[in-house]
């Protein structure tokens, strides 16, 4: 059976189940899921815990029972699913992951441990595929522009990762998959620690990947006590991730090879009172990426020499960021309103390095983020709330910006609620940009861009079902040239729809869906003395699409089932993902359809027995053009949980 049959019965299984839930609610009592209690209240919407019914901004969480039912090893596999949200992968198992939320990069994604920036922003390097889900308790996503909120970089929303002291007993899982996928974890209530190795080797159209193994060992803490008066919670991780770094096809090294080392530690201090909630946290990350390269022996080299002339020595680069930060907020809460407001000062250092040896080969620069900030929520009666906020911030050498906000939820009806949000954001150029030797652009000014959306939700049909509409407007959007060299776009224009469809779970079995289709995303017309949209023709630089945003249209449909806790079959799904065609300056990566499946089954009390299959068509991936992903590919996994 090819897979195009199979993604044909697997959608026709798909809708008549949704048909199926929709006819049959006239001749069973409904069983819809009570909302968890772990996504019963959000904290990053509002930055205050807020009920996810009640948050104006677009959010979806991620849980840890979603984590161990789907198997989720990393934080890009987390989020591969949540609509609006584009993951693209440069290879297999542990190889470089990004992110783009609603036509975004992933610089313009602002992420987030326990509230505080993660590290690698500044230096470009920020992996979330070497970002564990191990000692996670829930991943929130905030779509739309943050800025307000959050300062710089939440263009296109927000990823919160929130680790929190395990409840329950410990856990231990094994697994053993296809292309020598190994992985070892184990959590407890404080501890958690994971060992994962891939060996990637694979056959592809035209020849097989080398020289892309990946090992990393990742282990976190988190402690939460009273102290006095205040409510103490100490958290920090560390991860040491070493990969080969075989670049694209037909520029493949057999000698480069990546290592980086990251850690990270946060201190959150509450104190609650009757009306009020007052929190100061502390927190640094640390990163330091090494890179090498034989050159003397390896033509394919970043700094290989011409033809006939005398190979420098081999090529090594070693870059770092280390970033400090303080945060206050205090949330005032009234009968009808709601006054959050606070400060965020941050200090760092970035050192680029290019690898060629030389004085100035290296540059090494200071980075701050000084804002502050207020929202205003108000409840207008019982059917209708609405927020606005402002945020001024300084980036250091980059200048000033004010972020102003607002939004609202209205109750059209008991079975319609209409949100709606409006924001200014922004991103001020990352370190990389402005000093990498021989690619970067020291005049770069900070992004600007106006977001904007409207979503129709509507519970009662099926299990669920949502529209919405998204835009933002940019000037000066930072974008790379024909050179790889940053350049500020004077204008672009992103616009999209989101549609989600689900249904009430009927003896066990749902169904649900979701597309998203990104049918604006463009660099418009440029003034061709300053910059040329990339892809474009220089004479007459007409609009063309941003390079990156994403796909036209991508589509995700799950139907799966959940089991009583003393069946055999515990969990089962098969999850289809198709994405359209994605443009880079550099070339298209092809539109495919991949079709993951999975059954766990329950062998004890304490013993859980997982199957998981991915890419069951064997489709040819590429997310980045002339960077292939593995072929079909079993898991075995094996836990008390």
């Known amino acids: 059976m090819t897979s195009s049959i199979a993604l044909r019965a697997f959608c026709a299984a798909t809708f008549f189940t949704l048909w199926g839930s929709l006819t049959a609610r006239a001749d069973i009592a409904p069983q819809p899921t009570p909302t968890p209690p772990e996504i019963g209240h959000v904290v990053t919407s509002d930055r205050a815990d807020e009920t996810l019914h009640n948050a104006a901004r677009t959010t979806y969480v991620?849980?840890?029972?979603?984590?161990?039912?789907?198997?989720?090893?990393?934080?890009?596999?987390?989020?591969?699913?949540?609509?609006?949200v584009n993951i693209f992968r440069y290879g297999g198992i542990g190889a470089l992951g990004g992110i783009g939320i609603r036509g975004s990069t992933t610089n313009q994604v602002l992420v987030l441990i326990n509230g505080l920036p993660a590290g690698g922003a500044q230096t470009g390097s920020l992996d979330l595929d070497a970002i564990s889900t191990s000692g996670v308790e829930r991943i929130e996503v905030v779509e739309g522009g943050g800025s307000t909120l959050y300062g710089s970089r939440s263009i296109g929303g927000v990823v919160n990762i929130i680790t929190h002291p395990l409840q329950g007993q410990p856990t231990v899982d094994l697994r053993s998959?296809?292309?020598?996928?190994?992985?070892?974890?184990?959590?407890?209530?404080?501890?958690?620690?994971?060992?994962?190795?891939?060996?990637?080797?694979?056959?592809?159209?035209?020849g097989s990947e080398m020289n892309a193994d990946s090992r990393t060992t990742d282990a976190r803490f988190v402690f939460e006590r009273p102290l006095g008066g205040l409510n103490a919670e100490l958290s920090g991780g560390i991860s040491d991730h070493h990969l080969g770094a075989p670049g694209p096809l037909g520029f493949v090294s057999a000698t480069s090879r990546q290592n980086t080392l990251d850690k990270d530690i946060e201190l959150s201090l509450t104190h609650e009172r009757d009306h009020a909630v007052t929190t100061l946290q502390f927190g640094g990350t640390l990163q330091?990426?090494?890179?090498?390269?034989?050159?003397?022996?390896?033509?394919?080299?970043?700094?290989?020499?011409?033809?006939?002339?005398?190979?420098?020595?081999?090529?090594?680069?070693?870059?770092?960021?280390?970033?400090?930060?303080?945060?206050?907020?205090?949330?005032?809460?009234?009968?009808?309103?709601?006054?959050?407001?606070?400060?965020?000062?941050?200090?760092?250092?970035?050192?680029?390095?290019?690898?060629?040896?030389?004085?100035?080969?290296?540059?090494?620069?200071?980075?701050?983020q000084t804002g502050a900030y207020f929202q205003e929520n108000w409840i207008f009666s019982s059917v209708v709330r609405g927020y606005a906020g402002l945020r001024a911030e300084r980036d250091g050498g980059q200048g000033r910006e004010f972020s102003p906000s607002l939004g609202g939820v209205a109750r059209l009806s008991p079975a319609m609620t209409l949100k709606a949000n409006y924001a200014t954001a922004f991103r001020a150029p990352n370190a990389a940009e402005l000093y990498f030797p021989g690619f970067s652009n020291p005049t770069l000014k900070p992004e600007r861009t106006r977001v904007g959306?409207?979503?129709?939700?509507?519970?009662?049909?099926?299990?669920?079902?949502?529209?919405?509409?998204?835009?933002?407007?940019?000037?000066?959007?930072?974008?790379?040239?024909?050179?790889?060299?940053?350049?500020?776009?004077?204008?672009?224009?992103?616009?999209?729809?989101?549609?989600?469809?689900?249904?009430i779970p009927v003896h066990g079995v749902y169904a649900r869906a979701s597309a998203t289709d990104l049918y604006r995303a463009l660099c418009l017309h440029q003034d061709p003395k300053t910059f040329v949209c990339p892809g474009s023709d220089a004479a007459t630089n007409a609009d063309t699409r941003l390079s990156g945003?994403?796909?036209?249209?991508?589509?995700?449909?799950?139907?799966?089932?959940?089991?009583?806790?003393?069946?055999?079959?515990?969990?089962?799904?098969?999850?289809?993902?198709?994405?359209?065609?994605?443009?880079?300056?550099?070339?298209?990566?092809?539109?495919?359809?991949?079709?993951?499946?999975?059954?766990?089954?329950?062998?004890?009390?304490?013993?859980?027995?997982?199957?998981?299959?991915?890419?069951?068509?064997?489709?040819?991936?590429?997310?980045?053009?002339?960077?292939?992903?593995?072929?079909?590919?079993?898991?075995?996994?094996?836990?008390?949980?």
């Open 288 to 368: 330091q990426l090494e890179f090498r390269c034989n050159t003397p022996v390896d033509p394919t080299c970043f700094n290989a020499p011409a033809p006939g002339a005398t190979p420098p020595p081999p090529f090594a680069s070693y870059g770092s960021e280390g970033r400090a930060q303080v945060s206050f907020r205090n949330v005032v809460t009234q009968a009808r309103s709601r006054f959050i407001y606070g400060f965020d000062l941050a200090r760092g250092v970035a050192r680029v390095d290019d690898g060629n040896g030389t004085p100035t080969s290296i540059s090494t620069h200071g980075f701050a």
């Open 453 to 503: 959306d409207i979503t129709l939700l509507a519970p009662n049909v099926l299990g669920g079902a949502s529209l919405g509409w998204f835009s933002s407007s940019s000037h000066n959007l930072i974008a790379l040239d024909q050179t790889f060299t940053p350049q500020n776009i004077q204008r672009a224009s992103i616009a999209g729809f989101v549609a989600q469809l689900q249904t």
């Open 177 to 206: 998959g296809t292309f020598g996928d190994q992985l070892v974890r184990v959590e407890s209530r404080n501890f958690s620690f994971e060992r994962a190795v891939g060996g990637n080797t694979f056959a592809f159209p035209g």
């Open 62 to 84: 991620v849980t840890k029972a979603d984590i161990i039912r789907r198997g989720f090893r990393t934080i890009t596999d987390a989020l591969e699913d949540i609509p609006g």
């Open 549 to 641: 945003a994403g796909p036209v249209l991508s589509v995700t449909a799950e139907l799966g089932f959940r089991g009583e806790p003393d069946r055999f079959v515990e969990s089962a799904g098969i999850i289809a993902r198709n994405q359209g065609l994605r443009h880079f300056g550099f070339g298209d990566a092809e539109a495919y359809t991949r079709v993951d499946a999975f059954v766990r089954m329950r062998l004890s009390k304490d013993a859980v027995l997982s199957l998981r299959t991915y890419n069951l068509g064997n489709e040819a991936i590429q997310d980045v053009p002339e960077f292939p992903q593995p072929g079909r590919a079993l898991v075995l996994e094996l836990s008390n949980r």
